[in-house]
């Protein structure tokens, strides 16, 4: 045995307490009681049948091979039944433009109430730059004059380089 | 092989045996050994008999359905402690946590209950009668991982090395932890052992 450490002089009285407290003992027939669980849970468990094997007992058999068969075959057909449209054959569907489509609802509009013309809903309906929030730049005359030359010049610097090449 | 030779193997011996001949008679003497150690040990440390019962019938059955995962290198003390122990916390923490519940659902429903007083059963009662009683108490209050230390080393008497290794701590932490434990007590008890 170890000699006691500090720590155990000092908890001395206290680790005597302890150790001379009763000791608990188990209850009569903990033995039996304990052979008896572990048998039941043998006995259990080599008893124990699988979901899937109470369908292979003979009696049981021809009836769940004949619903899974009615099972498959109900599938089968239909799946087959469904007619699907074959996307590589099929035309594409055309995108009406958004323009069309709004003249058409605004012609509608203006046909069930004869004060409202077609032309002044359509301005009212239609979207325009400042609408957007486009950034505008004015530009000045001497702006867009210089702008025009420097048009031009690109235009005739191609030419040359396009005629020079032939 | 006799009984009488079996008698005289060590644990480390009987399990072997159980493990390699199935023979339910070396079983049956490592449950013999063993069952007053570890209902003395679980019972200290969550203080409901029947629970403690049921718990150690479970750390039998575990020793016997999993005789092969035993490693002849450890202790077999140790391995049924550890097994023991693991089985006490998990009920302690179900019963920590349902406790909470019921005492929130008692404050909605303003009801009372009667908390059976197990240091009442004839089975329980010892020698030392209440002084005991009031032993027991004072170590349910104790924090609990101080708790298992403190009885494991100074009830169960097991040197700090086995505890770390039925605890899965240090050996330094074990220490620490079992005096943590000895003083939260030597505070409870001091009008007890000034007697």
Aim: aromatic letters at 10%; a positive charge.
């Amino acid at each position: 045995m170890m000699a006691p450490d500090y720590e155990e002089i000092h908890f001395k009285s206290v680790i005597d307490l302890l150790k001379h407290t009763g000791k608990i003992t188990a209850p009569p027939g903990f033995e039996a009681e304990l052979m008896r669980r572990i048998n039941s849970e043998n006995y259990g468990k080599a008893n124990k049948v699988q979901w899937w094997e109470k369908f292979l007992i003979s009696s049981r058999l021809i009836p769940s091979v004949a619903a899974v068969a009615v099972i498959v075959i109900f599938f089968i057909l239909n799946f087959n039944s469904v007619e699907r449209e074959n996307p590589f054959l099929s035309t594409p569907k055309m995108r009406e433009t958004l323009n069309s489509g709004n003249n058409v609802q605004l012609q509608d509009i203006s046909r069930q109430n004869p004060g409202i013309t077609a032309a002044s809903l359509n301005q009212s309906f239609s979207i325009n730059k400042e609408g957007l929030n486009f950034l505008q730049v004015r530009l000045t005359e001497s702006e867009r004059a210089r702008i025009n030359k420097l048009k031009a010049q690109v235009r005739e610097y191609f030419k040359e380089n396009l005629s020079l090449k032939k | 092989m006799t009984d009488k030779k079996l008698s005289d193997f060590t644990d480390e011996e009987l399990i072997l045996e159980f493990q390699q001949n199935n023979t339910i008679k070396a079983y049956e003497l490592l449950v013999q050994k063993y069952k007053n150690p570890l209902i003395n040990y679980v019972y200290r440390f969550l203080g409901d008999y029947e629970a403690c019962v049921d718990i150690v019938q479970e750390t039998m059955i575990k020793v016997y359905r999993n005789k092969d995962s035993y490693k002849s290198i450890a202790k077999f003390s140790t391995w049924i402690y550890t097994i023991a122990g693991n089985l006490a916390r998990t009920e302690y923490q179900r019963r920590k946590r349902r406790n909470i519940f019921s005492i929130n659902s008692m404050k909605e429903d303003d009801e009372t209950f009667d908390i059976p007083d197990e240091s009442m059963r004839p089975d329980v009662i010892t020698d030392s009668g209440i002084k005991d009683e009031i032993i027991q108490k004072a170590l349910l209050k104790v924090s609990d991982a101080y708790r298992e230390m403190v009885i494991l080393r100074d009830i169960q008497e097991l040197s700090y090395e086995e505890i770390a290794e039925v605890t899965g701590t240090a050996v330094g932490t074990v220490k620490s932890r079992i005096n943590r434990g000895r003083a939260q007590l030597q505070k409870m008890l001091k009008d007890i052992y000034k007697d």
